[in-house]
């Protein structure tokens, strides 16, 4: 089994700048990767972000690319979402996950159901 849990979420204004971090315990040494993704009321879950534990290879959807960063201590097996500029838009429930496979295609990395284990979520608004 393994647990993720978010944390860093909050109230910003528009163009500020917030922190998430996904601590992750359990059964973590043979995952490949974590990804985050959000969630606005009434929308379909979305991709952000996604990061592999060997390499730190990285990926970005086209709508964070440039303000947002992923990264990856693994010695503390936590993530992070480093988010700038922040929008109205960004505002949503972001989730860290969990992957065992290896995609050779990033495209795989943005998919919900590529991932294995999800956390709680933490809540990001952001006014305007």
């Known amino acids: 089994q393994v647990q993720l849990v978010e944390s860093g979420g909050g109230l910003v204004q528009a163009g500020g700048s917030l922190r998430l971090s996904c601590a992750a315990s359990g059964r973590t040494t043979s995952s490949v990767g974590m990804g985050w993704f959000r969630q606005a009321p009434g929308k379909e879950r979305e991709y952000v972000a996604a990061i592999t534990w060997s390499g730190g290879s990285t990926y970005y959807s086209d709508s964070v690319k440039g303000r947002f960063t992923i990264s990856r201590d693994n010695a503390k097996n936590t993530v992070y979402l480093q988010m700038s500029s922040l929008k109205p838009e960004d505002t949503a429930a972001y989730y860290c996950?969990?992957?065992?496979?290896?995609?050779?295609?990033?495209?795989?990395?943005?998919?919900?159901?590529?991932?294995?284990?999800w956390g709680q979520g933490t809540q990001v608004t952001v006014s305007s």
């Open positions: 996950a969990l992957t065992y496979t290896y995609y050779t295609n990033s495209y795989y990395y943005s998919r919900t159901d590529s991932y294995d284990y």
